[in-house]
Nanobody
Framework: QVQLVESGGGLVQAGDSLRLSCAVS????????TGWFRQAPGKEREFVAS??????SIYYADVVQGRFTFSRVNTTLYLQMNSLKPEDTAIYYC????????????????WGQGTQFTVSS
């Protein structure tokens, strides 16, 4: 079983930066993948970024490419978000799953509880 616990939400202004964290516990195999999703008010949950636990490509959604950086230090995931926009307002979820291939994490098996942040204009 894998557990994911996010932290780092809050209220920021447009143009600010914010970093989200996600503590990962449980068994991480060679096919383990982690990433971030978000769900804005009234919208479906969408992919933000992901990577295989053992390294490889880091995938980003087009809308965050160049502004967000996904990283991992030991068992903690980070999502560094710069140049924030009001449309980045959402509940952000840490997610994990498995894949034999180095591809974006599109279907997650495990989810964190989510952390909310709001970007004011």
């Amino acid at each position: 079983q894998v557990q994911l616990v996010e932290s780092g939400g809050g209220l920021v202004q447009a143009g600010d930066s914010l970093r989200l964290s996600c503590a990962v516990s449980g068994r991480a195999t060679s096919t383990f993948m982690t990433g971030w999703f978000r769900q804005a008010p009234g919208k479906e949950r969408e992919f933000v970024a992901s990577s295989k636990w053992t390294g490889g490509s880091i995938y980003y959604a087009d809308v965050v490419q160049g502004r967000f950086t996904f990283s991992r230090v030991n068992t903690t995931l980070y999502l560094q978000m710069n140049s924030l926009k009001p449309e980045d307002t959402a509940i952000y979820y840490c997610a994990a799953g498995y894949s034999d291939y180095d591809v974006p994490l599109r279907v997650a098996t495990f989810w964190g509880q989510g952390t909310q942040f709001t970007v004011s204009s």
